[in-house]
């Protein structure tokens, strides 16, 4: 079936440093990936639409300058989380669609970060 | 606008069934979802069930729709100690790719 690699799994980094976040379709071509943010014991927001060859679409209230995606090709959508603050600590989730919508999506394993 | 709720907790003893329930609003979806979320871990595609429906039956899983009530529903049979989890319903927007989950349930499974 449709797998999403999602790396690195964990990640602790220092304030004001940025992190990049990968996330690889690894059996299908994904135009269009999401980007999910999840606060502990909360649901998950949509940050972002990434989309292959083009600007990244942004949910209202999310920075695009501080949260940078890049869908450079039809298998890899990066999130970039730039000059990282402890408030940006979260679990972070990539998402891809493969095949017909009834398929749903496919979503990587996550990607907790921990900004110190 | 979109939303989707569920209740946040359930706790079941093993080998009884659980009953996850969960409200939408948008009638224009023709799809409808649950997922499953491990401690740590990333969303996992239960299963399924297209708006014309109002059943779906999958091994353990039993997927309920009532379309007039916009009220979706799963049920485990046989609870086991491995489906504690947290259970996502979610509904395509309108006219969008994206998803619009629910709050999640906890679910919580009692040897």
């Known amino acids: 079936g449709a797998v999403v690699s999602q790396h690195p799994s964990w990640v602790i980094c220092k304030s004001g440093t940025s992190v990049k976040i990968e996330c690889r379709s690894l059996d299908f071509q994904a135009t269009t990936m999401f980007w999910y943010r999840q606060f502990p014991k909360q649901s998950l927001m949509l940050m972002a639409t990434?989309?292959?060859?083009?600007?990244?679409?942004?949910e209202q209230g999310v920075e695009k300058d501080k949260f940078l995606i890049n869908h450079a090709s039809l298998t890899l959508s990066t999130l970039t989380v730039t000059s990282a603050h402890p408030e940006d600590s979260s679990f972070y989730i990539c998402?891809?669609?493969?095949?017909?919508?009834?398929?749903?999506?496919?979503f990587g394993s996550g990607t907790r970060l921990t900004v110190v | 606008g979109e939303d989707v709720e569920q209740s946040l907790f359930l706790s079941v003893r093993e080998g009884d069934s659980s009953v996850i329930n969960c409200t939408y609003t948008?009638?224009?979806?023709?799809?409808l979802y649950w997922y499953k979320q491990e401690p740590g871990a990333g969303l996992q595609l239960l299963t399924y069930?297209?708006?014309?429906?109002d059943m779906k039956q999958d091994q353990r899983l039993t997927v309920l729709l009532n379309k007039k009530d916009k009220h979706l529903s799963l049920r485990i049979a046989d609870t086991q100690t491995g489906d504690s989890a947290i259970y996502f319903c979610a509904e395509p927007g309108t006219g969008t790719y994206k998803y619009i989950f629910g709050t999640g349930t906890r679910l919580k499974v009692l040897a």
């Open positions: 990434s989309n292959e060859g083009s600007k990244a679409t942004y």
């Open positions: 948008d009638s224009s979806s023709t799809y």
């Open positions: 998402s891809a669609r493969a095949g017909q919508p009834n398929y749903g999506y496919t």
């Open positions: 069930i297209f708006s014309n429906m």
